[in-house]
């Protein structure tokens, strides 16, 4: 099985790069996230003329999560199912026959004293509670998405300058690293334990992606029946290469199943 994701930043924007993608690639599931599209605009036909079953919720101008899958999930489940905040459109559930998918878009956070960066902080509390309502470890889920974090020096470029950032400040990464520790295994760093590979790069920094100054804050996490099964993983550069790309670029794993 191979699985991937993917930050469009705007779907409808990026809808030759995905389906180009799906082409090429032909992933058995893609999650993509900020997919920036209310409901009734979502390009549906055109995704699913792919071939491939779609989930989604979205919201207009901002966040938003879908699922591409070969095979129908038995079930789709949106959002953290407290009580706590209301619910933006970040979190999708998707339940298959012998595992489940978790596809999210963790808050950004905008800068550490604002209440945004608190708010992140305890959306990773909130995450980690709904995996221990739904889940055990020794379940097979996978935990997809973007997940703005990068969580140690080798994932973002002169870490030296960044700790202060809402993606790499020392709180974000032991929310990061203790909602983790409820069961999940970072995929890519299983293989590649002290490779630099970063899956996005700044568009504010027109040169960032020629000189490589990126992030490592997309990742494919597994719990232990899933971690041990997992055979490949990778990052495509080339659609970060494209015309009009998203600032994000496709990570993916393959899994033996």
């Given at each position: 099985?191979?699985?991937?994701?993917?930050?469009?930043?705007?779907?409808?924007?990026?809808?030759g790069?995905?389906?180009?993608?799906?082409?090429?690639?032909?992933?058995?599931?893609?999650?993509?996230?900020?997919?920036?599209?209310?409901?009734?605009?979502?390009?549906?036909?055109?995704?699913?003329?792919?071939?491939?079953?779609?989930?989604?919720?979205?919201?207009?101008?901002?966040?938003?999560?879908?699922?591409?899958?070969?095979?129908?999930?038995?079930?789709?489940?949106?959002?953290?199912?407290?009580?706590?905040?209301?619910?933006?459109?970040?979190?999708?559930?998707?339940?298959?026959?012998?595992?489940?998918?978790?596809?999210?878009?963790?808050?950004?956070g905008?800068?550490?004293?604002?209440?945004?960066?608190?708010?992140?902080?305890?959306w990773?509390?909130?995450?980690?509670?709904?995996?221990?309502?739904?889940?055990?470890?020794?379940?097979?889920?996978?935990?997809?998405?973007?997940?703005?974090?990068?969580?140690?020096?080798?994932?973002?470029?002169?870490?030296?300058?960044h700790?202060?950032?809402?993606?790499?400040?020392?709180?974000?990464?032991?929310?990061?690293?203790?909602?983790?520790?409820?069961?999940?295994?970072?995929?890519?760093?299983?293989?590649?334990?002290?490779?630099?590979?970063?899956?996005?790069?700044?568009?504010?920094?027109?040169?960032?992606?020629?000189?490589?100054?990126?992030?490592?804050?997309?990742?494919?996490?597994?719990?232990?029946?899933?971690?041990?099964?997992?055979?490949?993983?990778?990052?495509?550069?080339?659609?970060r290469?494209?015309?009009?790309p998203?600032?994000?670029t496709?990570?993916?794993?393959?899994?033996?199943?």
């Amino acid at each position: 099985m191979k699985i991937a994701t993917f930050n469009a930043n705007s779907l409808r924007k990026r809808i030759g790069i995905v389906l180009g993608w799906l082409t090429d690639h032909r992933p058995d599931i893609l999650c993509i996230q900020e997919t920036k599209v209310q409901d009734h605009e979502f390009p549906r036909e055109a995704l699913e003329a792919s071939g491939y079953y779609i989930a989604f919720r979205g919201m207009k101008s901002y966040n938003g999560v879908a699922l591409l899958s070969r095979e129908k999930p038995n079930q789709v489940l949106f959002g953290l199912d407290d009580s706590d905040e209301p619910d933006e459109a970040r979190l999708l559930r998707a339940d298959f026959k012998d595992f489940s998918v978790i596809n999210t878009y963790i808050p950004q956070g905008y800068l550490i004293d604002s209440p945004k960066y608190a708010y992140k902080l305890k959306w990773y509390s909130r995450l980690k509670k709904y995996f221990e309502r739904h889940f055990s470890p020794s379940d097979s889920v996978l935990w997809c998405g973007d997940m703005n974090v990068a969580p140690e020096h080798i994932d973002v470029h002169a870490p030296e300058k960044h700790l202060l950032h809402v993606c790499f400040h020392e709180d974000v990464k032991k929310a990061y690293a203790d909602t983790l520790s409820w069961g999940f295994s970072d995929i890519f760093r299983k293989h590649y334990p002290t490779k630099q590979q970063f899956t996005f790069w700044d568009y504010r920094y027109p040169s960032s992606l020629a000189a490589n100054k990126g992030w490592r804050i997309d990742h494919i996490l597994a719990t232990q029946p899933l971690a041990d099964r997992s055979q490949e993983v990778g990052v495509d550069i080339l659609p970060r290469m494209a015309s009009s790309p998203s600032d994000h670029t496709f990570l993916w794993a393959e899994f033996k199943l």
